[in-house]
C-alpha cells in the first residue's frame, strides 16, 4: 500500500536537501578563500560560549555538528534553512553568504560574521559563537481551580507490628499485610528487597507505601504525611512539570523550560521527519525528552524542599508525537495517510524507565489519546475543566505549536486539530501539524 507524502518534491529542492544533509558534495563557492579539506581528515569547530571543540567529518553544517555534540542552536525547522533563526557569528574565518543569509542579515552583520548555522558547512577550522537560548519560556503556573474528590493512587499506612517469635513465625509480608487490613498488598521487589531491615531497624514501626495496590516501598517510622506527585504537560516547544503535595492537592512548585529537541524542528512533523531521515534521530530524541523531563524533575524538587524519593507517582499529558518520541516509538505512522497511532492506551510504566531520579517504585501514567493529531494533553485538558461532565454547550480550545479544539453539547464531545494561523482545512500543512482530523468521539 502506498503512502501520502505529499507532492512530489522539485529535483532542485531533492538536490538541495541532499547537500543540506551532507550526502552531496556541495558546489564549489565563488570568492572562498580558506583552503577546504580534502574530505579525508576531521575539521575542528570550536564553540563559544560553551567552550566546546568538536572534531566532525569535512562537509556536514555548522548546525548538525553541534545537534550531534549537544549543543544548542535556535531552530524550529530542524536545520533545513526555512525558518531563519540558527543564527551564529564565524569570528576566525569567512564562509561564503547563501541568499538566505542577505534574507537575514544587514550587509553590516555578513561583514562581521554572522551567518545561518544550517547553511555553513565545515569545510575547514572554524571558531563559532552561538547566541544563549531562551530556555525558560513564560508558561502558565496558575489556573481557575474547582473542587475535586482528593483520591490519589498513592496510599501511606503506618503501622506498629509485633515482632516474630518461636509461637508466631508469619512472614514478614504477611505480618504486614494483616495490619493493613483496608488495601490489598502487592509487593514489588524493591519493597521486599526493603522489607526486612527497614522492620528490625526501625523496631516494627514502619510505615507502607502502596501506588494502585502495588507495595512499593517500607519506610521506617511514620511518613504519611509526606506524599507527592509530578505531573508533566509534554509540549512540543515547552515543557511544564509540577509538584503537587497528594496530602492536599495542592501545588508545591512549577518550573517550565524549552523542550530539548527543539533542535529537530518547532513542530511535530519536522522532527518525524527527522526520524525519517536518520536512524539516529530517534534515539536522540527520545534522549532529549528525558533529559528536558529529568531537569524539570530536579528543579520542582529543590524548589519545593522535597526529597525524590518522596516523588511515588508521574503523570504525563502531551501529544501523540511527542509521547511516541518520549517513549522511543517509531512516529513516522503519525505522519504520513492515513495517520494512525500504535496505540491509543499506554501500559502503566515505571518512572526509572524514563530517566527520572524519582522513588524506584514510582509509576508513571501517560495520558491516552484520542487521535494522531488530539493527544493526551487535550484529554488532560478536557478532565481537569469538566467538560466530560458538563451538560452545557461548551468549546474547549488548546493553541499552542499545534492547535486542538474540542465541543460537547452535553451528550457527546467531538475534537479535531489543525495548525493555528490558518483556517481549518481537509490538506496537510506545510509545518506544526497533519490535516484535521476526522472529528474524534
Known amino acids: 500500500m502506498s503512502r501520502d507524502r505529499g507532492p512530489e518534491q522539485p529535483f532542485e529542492d531533492v538536490v538541495e536537501g ?31 560560549p560553551a567552550d566546546r571543540s568538536v572534531r566532525v567529518p569535512p562537509g556536514v553544517s555548522v548546525f548538525d555538528a553541534a545537534s550531534w555534540n549537544g549543543i544548542a542552536i535556535d531552530s524550529t525547522c530542524g536545520g533545513h534553512g526555512t525558518c531563519r533563526k540558527c543564527l551564529v557569528r564565524l569570528t576566525d574565518a569567512v564562509s561564503p553568504v547563501t541568499r538566505h543569509d542577505r534574507r537575514t542579515f544587514t550587509d553590516e552583520q555578513l561583514g562581521e560574521g554572522w551567518r545561518l548555522a ?7 577550522d572554524l571558531a563559532v559563537e552561538v547566541p544563549p537560548l531562551v530556555t525558560r519560556p513564560k508558561a502558565s503556573t496558575v489556573g481557575v481551580g474547582r473542587q475535586v474528590i482528593l483520591r490519589p493512587a498513592v496510599q501511606k499506612r503506618y503501622v506498629e507490628l509485633t515482632e516474630p517469635t518461636l509461637a508466631d513465625q508469619r512472614t514478614d509480608l504477611a505480618r504486614l499485610r494483616d495490619a493493613v487490613d ?50 508533566y504537560d509534554l509540549g512540543t516547544t515547552t515543557v511544564v512539570a509540577t509538584l503537587l503535595d497528594l496530602e492536599t492537592g495542592t501545588p508545591v512548585a512549577v518550573a517550565s523550560i524549552l523542550n530539548k529537541q527543539q533542535p529537530f524542528g518547532g513542530d511535530v512533523i519536522t522532527r518525524i521527519s527527522a526520524t525519517m531521515m536518520d536512524p539516529e534521530a530517534l534515539p ?27 516523588v511515588y507517582e508521574v503523570a504525563l499529558a502531551g501529544n501523540a508525537t511527542m509521547t511516541a518520541l518520549l517513549l522511543g516509538v517509531d512516529p513516522e505512522p503519525l505522519g504520513v495517510a492515513p495517520f494512525i497511532q500504535v496505540t491509543a492506551d499506554w501500559p502503566v510504566l515505571l518512572a526509572s524507565d524514563l530517566g527520572l531520579a524519582v522513588h524506584p517504585g514510582a509509576r508513571a501514567v501517560v495520558f491516552p489519546a484520542l487521535g494522531a493529531y488530539v ?51 481537509a490538506a496537510p500543512s506545510a509545518a506544526g501539524c497533519g490535516p484535521p482530523t476526522a472529528p474524534s468521539r
Open 18 to 48: 541532499l547537500r543540506r544533509e551532507g550526502l552531496m558534495e556541495p558546489p564549489p563557492s565563488v570568492g572562498e578563500t580558506d583552503e577546504v579539506s580534502e574530505g579525508t581528515g576531521r575539521v575542528t569547530l570550536s564553540f563559544a
Open 118 to 124: 544550517c547553511l555553513v558547512r565545515a569545510t575547514h
Open 182 to 231: 483496608d488495601l490489598t498488598l502487592v509487593p514489588d521487589l524493591h519493597a521486599l528487597r526493603r522489607l526486612p531491615k527497614v522492620l528490625r531497624e526501625s523496631d516494627f514501626k514502619v510505615t507502607a507505601v502502596v501506588v494502585d495496590e502495588v507495595l512499593v516501598d517500607v519506610e521506617p517510622g511514620d511518613t504519611t504525611g509526606r506524599r507527592h506527585a509530578i505531573a
Open 284 to 310: 536522540r530524541l527520545t534522549s532529549l525528552a528525558r533529559d528536558t523531563l529529568a531537569e524539570l524533575a530536579a528543579e520542582v524538587c529543590e524548589e519545593g524542599g522535597v526529597d525524590p524519593a518522596e
Open 375 to 425: 493527544g493526551g494533553d487535550i484529554v488532560a485538558g478536557m478532565l481537569a475543566s469538566g467538560l466530560d461532565r458538563d451538560k452545557r454547550v461548551r468549546l474547549f480550545v488548546d493553541v499552542g505549536t499545534n492547535c486542538e479544539i474540542a465541543l460537547t453539547d452535553g451528550d457527546r464531545i467531538v475534537t479535531t486539530a489543525a495548525r493555528p494561523g490558518r483556517p481549518s482545512r
